[in-house]
């Protein structure tokens, strides 16, 4: 199958090395599209590296991307209309050069968890590398933010306890950023309340998007998997959230692991109570990935590639149920709409489900789960 990613030609990601990438996770694809520490964003925007990389959308080989962690790709493979990954003979046939319509700046890890799948530790950006992220702010604001239309912040930590971040949203003026519409949070969610917002006066006039990174569907696996975040400060917050009047689009997702692939169901039913107004709302779930602060047996005991037959077998259960949901959901037009990347570790094809048995399973599913994930 020949496909398009329209992604390298309007949507950048910005890492705290100054790595440019497409607006994708960097371990999707095997090369920056240059790095703003060593070249003018002229020579990284419309440079060599990046015309190689675009040159792979125009041929449809994507040859530079890796199919199997996409779930853009994994959308169009399944038939499953995707806005970024459409197949190559609905594709523009030429680029007009024009700068990026939208940024992701993951370049502050700063958290307030610690959560095992992303870090070992606290981390809260200091001294020379506090510097560096400022570096970076700063050339963002002045080369790159007056051109977009959306921003992100942030892939790699929490943008309420970045200081730099947080700051820019106190801050935000959009005479000095008169195109940027709309602004996507990563947030785990803790310190997105109405008291932080309140102080956030320049952006209650845009249009507003999340994914809220939660890895759990019940107070004990977060406590495991979200440390030391508190479940019942996250679902009054999620209340909150829900009713911004801004809010476009409500996304919750889940780095899949041992301690919580149990819990994919129950998730996408937190995820059901989440719908307000028929407002956009989507669950994804995540691979883990083998981070560099993960060691190899961490990464076993933490991850589902190597897993004993019993567990492979409950988590291929869990699987087709979450798939099912997904291609139901999608072709009946219900919310949320389901995502994931964990495609190679379905061995088969998947049916949907029928309408009356799913009704059943739904109310199975119902009955396992805490009542505070209900509607």
Not at 29 to 40: A, R, T
Not at 195 to 210: A, D, N, V
Not at 237 to 252: E, R, S, T
Request: hydrophobic share 35%.
């Amino acid at each position: 199958m020949k496909l398009f990613c329209k992604l390298p030609f309007s949507r950048i990601s910005i890492d705290d090395d100054g790595n440019i990438w497409p607006a994708c996770c960097p371990d999707w694809v095997e090369f920056p599209l240059g790095n703003i520490f060593k070249q003018s964003w002229n020579e990284i925007w419309y440079g060599d590296t990046a015309k190689k990389f675009r040159d792979s959308m125009f041929d449809g080989s994507l040859k530079y991307c890796k199919w199997g962690w996409c779930p853009n790709i994994a959308d169009a493979q399944a038939g499953i209309k995707n806005f970024h990954v459409i197949p190559l003979k609905d594709s523009p046939k030429e680029w007009i050069p024009q700068p990026p319509v939208h940024v992701n700046m993951n370049y502050d890890q700063t958290c307030n968890l610690k959560c095992p799948s992303c870090r070992n530790d606290l981390i809260h950006i200091r001294g020379d590398k506090l510097k560096k992220v400022e570096y970076i702010q700063e050339y963002v604001e002045k080369q790159i933010l007056p051109s977009v239309e959306s921003i992100a912040l942030t892939g790699v930590g929490d943008p309420f306890m970045s200081r730099v971040f947080r700051n820019f949203l106190i801050n935000f003026d959009s005479k000095k950023y008169p195109n940027i519409k709309t602004i996507h949070f990563h947030t785990n969610g803790q310190l997105f309340d109405e008291k932080m917002y309140s102080k956030m006066k320049g952006i209650h006039h845009l249009r507003l998007s999340t994914d809220i990174s939660i890895d759990a569907a019940s107070a004990d696996i977060y406590g495991k998997v979200r440390a030391p975040g508190n479940w019942d400060i996250l679902m009054k917050n999620l209340q909150f959230i829900k009713k911004l009047d801004n809010l476009v689009l409500l996304g919750i997702s889940m780095v899949v692991q041992q301690d919580n692939y149990k819990q994919m169901m129950p998730f996408i039913e937190l995820g059901e109570s989440l719908v307000h107004k028929r407002r956009a709302t989507f669950v994804e779930f995540k691979r883990l990935r083998k981070d560099p602060h993960l060691s190899d047996e961490q990464f076993q005991k933490m991850g589902l590639d190597e897993i004993n037959p019993d567990m492979k077998a409950e988590f291929s259960e869990q699987l087709i149920l979450m798939e099912r949901k997904r291609l139901y959901n999608s072709r009946n037009r219900i919310l949320p709409s389901v995502n994931h990347n964990l495609h190679e570790y379905i061995s088969s094809p998947v049916e949907e489900i029928p309408s009356s048995p799913f009704v059943k399973l739904t109310s199975m599913i119902s009955s396992i789960i805490p009542t505070t994930f209900r509607k």
